[in-house]
């Protein structure tokens, strides 16, 4: 167990529709990543916060947005889904997220599976 | 951009063989360098990880290398279980800029009894 709750672990919906899926760190962590594990694009970056501010963009679409409240968890918006993601939501927290000799790892929860139909 | 290769996949080895997975890796400056293990039906673990040239991670009897010259932190174990089946990830996180892990394309891994 790595410490990242995510929920819900299973989402199925329809086209057009909007989700919202939810992320806690672990306890003193303060940065949250997202990244979608996808069949085609397989496991890619998508968003980073650190302690409530965007800290970093990866190729996530216009569709999609985040946030991270104060109480450090945070949420991924997905707005007028599309067959195309379906995936797997996984969210990662690290200690920091400056970088710099101390090079934080990022531990991962179980992921959110999205099923889009 | 940072990039990671991994070689092609799946791989079928019987119970107690020898396991490598290679990983090659492009980036400007010294990144730090990761595996992941993927259980199925689970998330993402860290298996081992490596910050700077030479550096060797190791864990669960599973090793790997940082190796500048080259650009590679092949993934070996001496013995592998059916325990061991799995997804295996090789990933960098370049130092500067954004904290993002870069992912090779994952290597599935299939142990016999």
């Known amino acids: 167990d790595s410490g990242v709750t995510q929920t819900p672990k299973h989402l199925i919906t329809a086209t057009g529709q909007r989700v919202t899926l939810r992320c806690s760190p672990r306890s003193g962590d303060l940065s949250v990543y997202w990244y979608q594990q996808s069949l085609d694009q397989g496991l890619q970056f998508l968003i980073q916060y650190y302690n409530g501010e965007e800290r970093a963009k990866g190729n996530i679409l216009e569709r999609f947005s985040a946030q991270q409240f104060p109480d450090l968890h945070s949420e991924l918006n997905l707005s007028s889904l599309e067959l195309g993601d379906s995936a797997l939501y996984f969210c990662?927290?690290?200690?920091?997220?400056?970088?710099?000799?101390?090079?934080?790892?990022?531990?991962f929860g179980p992921g959110t599976r999205l099923l889009v139909l | 951009g940072n990039s990671v290769t991994q070689m092609e996949g799946p791989v079928t080895l019987s119970e107690e063989a020898f396991l490598t997975i290679n990983c090659t890796y492009t980036?400007?400056?010294?990144?730090?360098l990761f595996w992941y293990v993927q259980y199925p039906g689970e998330g993402l673990q860290l298996l081992l990880k490596?910050?700077?040239?030479?550096d060797k991670g190791s864990n669960k009897g599973f090793e790997a290398t940082y190796r500048k010259e080259t650009t590679s932190f092949h993934l070996e174990k001496g013995s592998v279980q059916v325990s061991d089946s799995a997804v295996y990830f090789c990933?960098?996180?370049?130092?500067?800029?954004?904290?993002?892990?870069?992912f090779g394309q994952g290597t599935r891994l299939t142990i016999n009894p």
């Open positions: 490596a910050t700077k040239a030479d």
């Open positions: 980036a400007t400056g010294y990144p730090s």
């Open positions: 990933a960098l996180r370049s130092i500067q800029g954004a904290q993002k892990l870069v």
């Open positions: 990662a927290s690290s200690v920091g997220g400056s970088g710099g000799p101390t090079q934080e790892t990022q531990y």
